[in-house]
């Protein structure tokens, strides 16, 4: 199985401030890799796939980069609504797997 | 607009069974292959099982296999997954989730709200 490590698991920022999180996986996956946001108590959402592309409807300030084994979601400027939990996952082969989640907190 | 709505799940003893439903609307379900996804209560995401648009490819983690079963009627738009041999680390919120294609391996590009399946005795 495909392991996928993010980093950090928590990380606290300010709304305006630039922040990257990283995803790392423990073998080659191409581009093929997804970020989602996720809020407590709700269902995933979709933000990135194919490693970079912006899923419709995502905001702008979201990008994602990378190719092969690592990966970064950057956010341009943190907004109110970006605090979340933050998930990778690697759909190059079964079975899909998730990072285990950075979590975005208010400093 | 696209629409995913779980149910089904509910409070479960150890070693029972329980199946929850998906009923979709909003697009072409026999399109696209479709995937459940679980998350323990303050922990990840978790792949639990997919299949395929026609419904003659099925896929399981090693956690559920032989113990869960993913089907779809593509004439109700509706997924399935019936689970048996529960055991309480199964207890968690479960997401049904479209994948972005029919066949192959594919990212999910629209959830469910989530159904809470809880193992206890």
Redesign the interface.
């Known amino acids: 199985d495909i392991q996928m490590t993010q980093s950090p698991s928590t990380l606290s920022a300010s709304v305006g401030d630039r922040v990257t999180i990283t995803c790392r996986a423990s073998q080659s996956i191409s581009n093929w890799l997804a970020w989602y946001q996720q809020k407590p108590g709700k269902a995933p959402e979709l933000l990135i796939y194919k490693a970079s592309s912006l899923e419709s409807g995502a905001p702008s300030r979201f990008s994602g980069s990378g190719s092969g084994t690592e990966f970064t979601l950057t956010i341009s400027s943190l907004q109110p609504d970006d605090f979340a939990t933050y998930y990778c996952q690697q759909y190059n082969s079964y079975p899909y797997t998730f990072g285990q989640g950075t979590k975005l907190e208010i400093k | 607009e696209v629409q995913l709505l779980e149910s089904g799940g509910g409070l479960v003893q150890p070693g029972g069974s329980l199946r929850l439903s998906c009923a979709v609307s909003g697009f072409t379900f026999s399109m696209y292959a479709m995937?459940w996804?679980r998350q323990a209560p303050g922990k990840?995401?978790?792949?639990v099982s997919?299949i395929s648009g026609s419904g003659g490819s099925t896929?399981y983690?090693?956690s559920v296999k032989g113990r869960c079963t993913i089907s779809r009627d593509n004439s109700k738009n509706t997924l399935f997954l019936q689970m048996i041999s529960l055991r309480t680390e199964d207890t968690a919120v479960y997401?049904c989730a479209r994948d972005?294609g029919s066949y192959g391996?594919?990212?999910?590009?629209?959830?469910?709200?989530?159904s809470l399946v809880t193992v206890s005795s």
């Open positions: 995937s996804v990840g995401l978790e792949w997919s896929y983690a090693d997401y972005s391996t594919f990212y999910f590009d629209y959830w469910g709200q989530g």
